[in-house]
């Protein structure tokens, strides 16, 4: 079972009233945490299924009269936060934050009543996760909890400033680390994340060098941080803090967080450094010390649960365009012209849908949420061959995570434990110039992988708002006294998740979702298998 998720056990029924193809890769790890059904299976039949679902200790019978009951109780307490009074008997006292438009920090109680009625968010507001109610599992895109597909409120907390808070700011130490790769926006928020402390009236802010290596590698200090020495460092890509993978024992990271008596831990990452995180958070209650552990959601891939978003996906995806429009010149003006585009993926092909359906110009979109193959009558070799007949020309852009089951396998992992993955890209240009030079059809081809190019801008307008907002909410988030959350964007609205619910498993591109669906029009693609 996934670290919180739910599971589901699926059993097939001739009695069963239900005949519905539970068979939903982003849906299941979403709803159910659960991926024991393969897709291949799905596309060839249909299963007669009794359906049972369990979260946690909760067993759901769907044919319980109470079970909606049940479900949404567990759904509470799973998405309930955790904080800082869960280990210490703490009073709050009143904000330091200030919403007025001089910007001045509030004293002790100097909160006007009109600024205290209007700007904070309250304890209890929630925001909800999902609007659509659909009238069958059929529909398309459909997310069901239940086979009739029964409409459940999936509540969350709204993210923001409140009215009281857990620390004293003059007191706090509070500490910013940027893990993983590198990925457009990561100055916008450590800026963010230094600007929005010093409006609480902090005065002692470091950054961590080089993600949690910096916590034990020696030799590496940490970096004061002001709002003089981050004023423009969103003008540029990459990562002020600088980045790595992997880290030390999470005791270690936890044992250097003590010594320098740091009280917020700000953790700017994807999965992997949520996972991270989540495990020094957990360390912290452990130890019972007084440490608020908030993360910011960091991927290029947009593959994070329950996100609508995550930072720098969009500036990814307009950076591609640069890359597809060079592949269609290039295509468009050659005697049997093939552009082909890799773009970043490694288990979700947000980038390289969006980047075909933005670009109108390609013609294949592969990603490794749905299957293909390239050989056979029905294979993207055989298709390109009539693209060239026809058009007499093509582009193909493909997730670099695409085709993995075309390719040999292999078990070496990267410092974030991420397995490495066979070059698809690669394999994909040899077999292309191979096919036509056995069928003797002359074939011009030009590949182009833009990778490094891509993650290492500078974010655009879009997601520099995005990462605006992540990074205050954050600081809002730990003087609120939370902790083992991270801050996202959910239906459009701002809001807190616990870490281990946003890590059971990354987020997938939904291949009966309406998106998938607009690409394939956009393209004109067949199914190749």
Not at 84 to 102: A, G, Q, W
Not at 194 to 219: A, C, D, S
Not at 399 to 405: I, L, N, V, Y
Request: net charge neutral.
């Amino acid at each position: 079972m996934s670290l919180s998720g739910m599971a589901v056990m699926l059993k097939a029924s001739t009695s069963s009233a239900v005949q519905q193809q539970w068979c939903h890769r982003t849906r299941d790890q979403c709803q159910y945490g659960f991926t024991s059904v393969s897709e291949r299976k799905c596309r060839k039949r249909y299963l007669l299924l009794h359906v049972r679902a369990i979260s946690g200790k909760l067993d759901l019978d769907f044919s319980d009269p109470s079970w909606k009951q049940k479900y949404q109780e567990d759904w509470d307490r799973r998405f309930s936060l955790p904080h800082i009074t869960d280990i210490y008997d703490l009073e709050p006292r009143t904000t330091t934050f200030s919403l007025k438009k001089n910007r001045t920090p509030l004293g002790d109680g100097d909160v006007s009543s009109t600024d205290m009625r209007n700007g904070y968010v309250n304890k209890d507001d929630r925001a909800l996760l999902k609007v659509i109610k659909y009238a069958s599992p059929n529909s398309a895109g459909a997310e069901c909890i239940d086979p009739d597909c029964s409409w459940v409120e999936h509540w969350v907390h709204r993210a923001g400033p409140r009215k009281e808070i857990y620390y004293e700011p003059e007191e706090v130490k509070a500490a910013i680390v940027t893990c993983g790769g590198l990925c457009p926006g990561l100055n916008d928020v450590i800026r963010q994340i230094v600007f929005t402390l010093e409006t609480y009236g902090v005065k002692n802010i470091v950054g961590i060098p080089f993600g949690y290596r910096g916590f034990f590698e020696k030799g590496l200090k940490e970096m004061p941080l002001s709002r003089d020495v981050v004023e423009n460092i969103n003008l540029s890509g990459g990562s002020f803090l600088g980045v790595s993978r992997g880290g030390a024992q999470t005791s270690e990271i936890v044992d250097s967080i003590q010594a320098r008596r740091i009280d917020m831990l700000f953790v700017i990452g994807g999965n992997g450094s949520h996972a991270g995180a989540n495990a020094i958070h957990e360390e912290c209650r452990k130890r019972k010390l007084k440490v608020s552990v908030v993360a910011v959601p960091k991927t290029i891939d947009n593959d994070i649960l329950f996100m609508d978003k995550t930072f720098g996906f969009d500036t990814a995806v307009e950076e591609a365009q640069r890359a597809i429009n060079s592949a269609y010149i290039e295509a468009r003006s050659a005697y049997h012209g093939i552009g082909l585009v890799k773009l970043m993926g490694r288990s979700s092909g947000f980038i390289a849908m969006h980047a075909s359906l933005s670009s109108g110009q390609i013609d294949i979109c592969l990603i490794p949420e749905v299957s293909f193959t390239l050989d056979g009558e029905h294979g993207v070799l055989q298709h390109l061959e009539h693209l060239l007949n026809t058009k007499g020309f093509c582009v193909i852009c493909v997730a670099e995570g695409a085709g993995q089951d075309l390719l040999q396998k292999s078990n070496a992992t990267d410092a974030s434990g991420n397995v490495i993955l066979s070059d698809f890209g690669v394999h994909m240009q040899q077999k292309i110039k191979k096919h036509f030079k056995d069928i003797g059809v002359p074939a011009d081809l030009k590949y182009i992988d833009p990778t490094y190019m891509v993650r290492a801008c500078r974010a655009n307008a879009s997601d520099a708002i995005l990462c605006t907002v992540l990074g205050q909410n954050a600081v809002h988030g730990a003087f609120a006294g939370f902790s083992g959350i991270t801050s996202g964007v959910c239906n459009t609205h701002y809001v807190y998740l616990p870490i281990p619910e946003v890590i059971t498993a990354p987020k997938h591109v939904n291949p009966n979702s309406r998106m998938w669906h607009r690409c394939l029009t956009s393209t004109g693609q067949p199914d190749f298998h």
